[in-house]
């Protein structure tokens, strides 16, 4: 498959593993908040099937984002974003992997190949202080190598708080605040 387009990123010039050939589920899955478009609805202006209607004016918030199907030429053919109906995302500097699903199909990553690579990739992950974390909109589950802990919808003061328990065993809680500051300073 040819690479995709070289971007801009704030560490300099990076050649995508892919284009987007078509794909059009961020527009509808993710939320644009310049845009004011909340999850789960389509963008005004895309094409689906085709691509965004505005492609030369979209917003730098569009510009800007690269999917892990794009980034990761790693990922096997079954991660394309509509046919998973999961899209993979980036944050806290690659520490953490998202898997947002299509509201449209909720169970997306219950189902496999999946649950078993979310955990797979939580298994590699954990030790290095990264995290693996799924959504269905603003609902947020985590993943352990053994397993996913659902902690619901997390309020803007809470954080994701994995446990190292020993001997492989891992587990997941939501913090308020206070408690995370607590724990950083044991
Ligand atoms: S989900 Fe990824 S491949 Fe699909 S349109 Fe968005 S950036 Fe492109
Ligand atoms: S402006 Fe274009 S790229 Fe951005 S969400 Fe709308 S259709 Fe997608």
């Given at each position: ?36 478009k ?26 800007n ?49 999946y ?60 913090l ?11």
């Amino acid at each position: 498959m040819a690479p995709g387009p070289t971007v801009e990123t704030p560490n300099g010039p990076f050649t995508l593993a892919r284009s987007c050939d078509g794909c059009t589920l961020c527009c509808r899955v993710l939320e644009a908040v310049t845009l004011n478009k909340p999850m789960g609805v389509l963008c005004k202006d895309c094409v689906v099937g085709t691509g965004c209607g505005i492609h030369a004016t979209r917003p730098d918030e569009c510009r800007n984002y690269h999917c892990g199907w794009l980034i990761d030429g790693s990922l096997g053919p079954e991660w394309q974003p509509e046919k998973a109906h999961i899209i993979i995302t980036y944050d806290l500097e690659g520490r953490r992997l998202n898997a947002h699903a299509d509201p449209l199909y909720p169970d997306a990553w219950r189902q496999e190949p999946y649950y078993s690579q979310l955990k797979g990739w939580a298994a590699m992950a954990l030790p290095r202080g990264g995290q693996v974390v799924a959504y269905l909109e603003k609902d947020v589950s985590v993943f352990l190598p053994d397993r996913h802990v659902e902690l619901g919808v997390l309020g803007a003061d809470d954080f994701i708080f994995i446990e190292n328990l020993g001997e492989g065993r891992w587990d997941a809680r939501r913090l308020g605040r206070e408690e995370a500051m607590a724990q950083r300073q044991v």
